[in-house]
């Protein structure tokens, strides 16, 4: 056989193999990659890793798990929250605060409510929930942390971008099945 005839067999039986295993399906205004009947977010992954390498959190204050959460604005940002949809909203565990200027973006998990995350300001009135900037639910099958960021970036536009890019979900909270 000559060599070209076997190079064209080979490269012709590779991509069979990969587009036996390899499929697109289109879900929810996007794409994810099947491989083998697992969907994978390949966008999500890309887009998480770029965040990662470009993002500045020079600008913003930080609260996670493990931390004493000293700071006076917790308490105050417990009491908005809480106070939002009583009484299942009653009984939260902060996962992680994030601070920049006004804005709170605080990452909580409830006794009885799916975990969230939502956007505060602080206002003449004191610490509210921002205009219903909440996420709350599962992210499965996407990459949280793009998906999470997506969504309240489009509901809460005047939020400082370094605030979105800081924010990393913590692992699996978001991955209800």
């Known amino acids: 056989m000559k060599k070209y005839v076997a190079l064209s067999l080979l490269a012709m039986t590779a991509l069979g193999v990969v587009a036996s295993h390899l499929d697109v ?5 996007s794409y994810l990659l099947q491989v083998d009947g697992v969907l994978v977010d390949v966008h999500g992954h890309v887009s998480a890793a770029f965040n990662r390498a470009t993002r500045r959190c020079d600008s913003i204050a930080q609260s996670l798990p493990g931390d004493p959460f000293s700071d006076a604005r917790v308490p ?3 009491k908005a929250i809480s106070g939002y949809s009583p009484p299942d909203s ?3 565990k902060l996962r992680q605060l994030l601070f920049s200027g006004p804005w709170v973006l605080a990452e909580v998990e409830f006794a009885e409510l799916q975990p969230a995350v939502i956007v505060l300001e602080q206002t003449a009135n004191g610490l509210a929930v921002y205009q219903a900037s909440i996420w709350s639910g599962s992210t499965r099958p996407w990459v949280a ?3 999470i960021r997506r969504y309240l970036r489009q509901s809460a536009p005047q939020v400082p971008s370094a605030l979105w890019a800081c924010y990393d979900p913590t ?3 978001f991955d209800l099945h």
């Open 145 to 147: 942390g793009p998906w």
């Open 25 to 29: 399906e289109h879900h929810d205004d």
């Open 76 to 78: 105050v940002v417990e």
């Open 90 to 92: 009653h009984r939260l």
């Open 171 to 173: 692992p699996a909270l």
